[in-house]
């Protein structure tokens, strides 16, 4: 029995004392102006790397695209709001009669007054702003939720993987339980066990690998490629994610695309507050004509001015709407600042935590595990320990794998929940800091 059960013991002991020392780091990126063909991705051999991964998404996501575009919007806004009020060409005739009648050409030319145009001007440009805000808090969210995804696909495939050494190590024990009951070893309750505990196996192994194709169909949406375009991919799901320094944290707390929008757009509304304080101060409109009148038979020119009083609307409850809009979105802004401040160290803790629980179970779990499976199995080859020993010894094996598969899965989320907030570079190292 005890050869069957070594290599369950070997795969577990290997994975759990030794871990890569480098991974990729996924550098900053901008909206990209071209895809490549999803035909290459399908049709690659070779493994994709979370680089690829991020690579692709950013390049062919749909909402990348469409933020991209609502960019490009605000600069026709900043270019109509430059644009000056159109001259009116007016055409009046008094009387029909040849003899009598007074015809009159007048060209009109609204001046605006009081910086309506600059206020104008400087609403767009703060709407571009928040556009471009926007477009950073989408690059920030594909990219961490690509790279979520991409550690997710490769705890499921380590997932598979220990299923299938379970299955095999189940396998393997049922045959030897058959032979010793054969043999008159041991009673026929062991081989029982023995097929329940290979039935077991077969079902968490059904199970790891639906969870391992809905993880790669989550990363190939999200990449925006076919769903065979990735059969295989390049990386390690131990290699730990490094966890940002205090300084690190203030800084990308100060430059997150999230409060960064949430601030734009204060200062959008405190822009368009500022034009509807302009609004308050008429326009003058300045006319230059002609008036033929044929009783007199000479042209005299016409010039006047027009100015409207204003009375009963000098715009209070807009300007009143605007400054409590702007009031708002300055609340709004401080809150966001907030929230994320506490989402931020809430996530640096989950990080931290799962990082200790990882470092634990490196040191002392699994390895105590395997001891502890290894001797089970030695005891059994030599008639001191039951196969019910040796299956509540394996289940506390993989019991313990599962638990560090979570963790690694946990403490991956943690640090694209990071990212997703900071848009911080993901480090990742195969030591604790």
Not at 124 to 129: C, G, H, K, T, V
Not at 260 to 269: I, V
Not at 294 to 298: A, V
Not at 386 to 394: G, K
């Given at each position: 029995?005890h050869?069957?059960?070594?290599p369950?013991?070997c795969?577990?002991f290997?994975a759990?004392?030794s871990?890569?020392q480098?991974?990729?780091?996924?550098?900053?990126?901008?909206?990209p102006?071209?895809?490549?063909?999803?035909?290459?991705?399908?049709t690659?051999?070779?493994p994709l790397?979370?680089?690829?991964?991020?690579?692709?998404?950013?390049r062919?996501s749909p909402?990348?695209?469409a933020?991209?575009?609502?960019?490009e919007?605000?600069?026709?806004?900043i270019m109509?709001?430059?644009?000056?009020?159109?001259?009116?060409?007016?055409?009046q005739?008094e009387d029909t009669r040849p003899?009598?009648?007074?015809t009159?050409?007048?060209?009109?030319?609204?001046?605006?007054?009081?910086?309506?145009?600059?206020?104008?001007?400087?609403l767009?440009?703060?709407?571009?702003?928040v556009?471009?805000?926007?477009?950073?808090?989408?690059?920030?969210?594909?990219?961490a939720?690509?790279?979520?995804a991409?550690?997710e696909?490769?705890?499921a495939?380590?997932?598979?993987?220990?299923?299938?050494?379970?299955?095999?190590?189940?396998?393997?024990?049922l045959?030897a339980?058959?032979?010793?009951?054969t043999?008159?070893k041991?009673?026929?309750?062991?081989?029982?066990?023995?097929?329940?505990?290979q039935?077991?196996?077969?079902?968490?192994?059904?199970q790891?690998e639906?969870e391992?194709?809905?993880?790669?169909?989550a990363?190939t949406a999200?990449?925006?490629?076919?769903?065979?375009?990735?059969?295989a991919?390049?990386?390690?799901p131990?290699?730990?994610?490094?966890?940002?320094?205090?300084?690190?944290?203030?800084d990308?707390l100060?430059?997150?695309?999230?409060?960064?929008?949430?601030?734009?757009?204060?200062?959008?509304?405190?822009a368009?507050?500022?034009?509807?304080?302009t609004?308050?101060?008429?326009?003058?409109?300045?006319?230059?004509?002609?008036?033929?009148a044929?009783?007199?038979?000479?042209s005299?020119?016409?010039?006047?001015?027009s100015?409207?009083?204003?009375?009963?609307?000098?715009?209070q409850?807009a300007q009143?709407?605007a400054?409590?809009?702007?009031?708002a979105?300055?609340?709004?802004?401080?809150?966001?600042?907030?929230?994320l401040r506490?989402?931020?160290?809430q996530?640096?803790s989950?990080l931290?935590a799962?990082r200790t629980?990882?470092?634990?179970?490196?040191?002392?779990?699994l390895?105590?595990?395997?001891?502890a499976f290894?001797?089970?199995?030695?005891?059994?080859e030599l008639?001191?320990f039951?196969?019910?020993?040796?299956?509540?010894?394996?289940r506390?094996?993989?019991?313990?794998r599962?638990?560090?598969?979570?963790a690694?899965?946990?403490?991956?989320?943690?640090?694209?929940?990071?990212?997703?907030?900071?848009?911080?570079?993901?480090?990742v190292?195969?030591?604790?800091?």
């Open positions: 029995m050869k069957f059960c070594m369950l013991v795969a577990a290997s759990s004392v871990f890569a480098g991974a990729d780091r996924v550098p900053q990126a901008d909206v102006q071209t895809a490549p063909s999803s035909a290459v991705l399908a690659r051999a070779v790397s979370l680089a690829q991964a991020v690579d692709t998404a950013l062919l909402q990348l695209r933020v991209g575009l609502e960019l919007a605000t600069e026709g806004l109509q709001a430059g644009a000056l009020p159109n001259p009116t060409l007016g055409f005739q003899g009598t009648r007074v009159t050409f007048e060209l009109s030319q609204p001046i605006e007054l009081g910086g309506k145009r600059a206020a104008r001007i400087e767009a440009e703060r709407s571009r702003a556009a471009a805000a926007e477009v950073d808090a989408r690059l920030a969210d594909v990219r939720a690509t790279i979520q991409f550690f696909s490769l705890v495939q380590e997932r598979v993987a220990l299923a299938r050494e379970s299955l095999r190590v189940a396998s393997s024990a045959g339980a058959s032979r010793r009951v043999a008159g041991v009673a026929p309750t062991e081989e029982t066990r023995a097929g329940v505990a039935a077991t196996a077969r079902i968490e192994l059904s790891a639906a391992r194709a809905a993880s790669l169909h990363l999200l990449m925006g490629v076919p769903d065979d375009a990735v059969m991919l390049d990386g390690r131990d290699v730990l994610p490094q966890l940002p320094d205090n300084a690190v944290l203030a990308g100060a430059r997150s695309p999230t409060l960064r929008r949430a601030q734009s757009e204060a200062e959008r509304l405190g368009a507050y500022e034009l509807e304080r609004r308050r101060i008429p326009d003058v409109t300045v006319s230059l004509g002609m008036r033929r044929q009783e007199l038979g000479r005299q020119p016409v010039i006047g001015v100015i409207p009083i204003p009375i009963f609307n000098a715009n409850g009143l709407e400054l409590r809009r702007r009031d979105a300055q609340a709004q802004a401080q809150a966001e600042g907030l929230r506490a989402e931020v160290l996530a640096a989950q931290r799962r629980e990882i470092e634990a179970l490196q040191r002392e779990v390895p105590g595990a395997v001891s290894e001797a089970a199995a030695r005891g059994f008639g001191k039951s196969f019910l020993d040796v299956l509540d010894a394996q506390t094996l993989l019991q313990s599962a638990q560090y598969l979570r690694l899965s946990e403490a991956h989320r943690a640090s694209a929940d990071l990212n997703r907030r900071l848009a911080l570079p993901i480090a190292s195969g030591t604790n800091p």
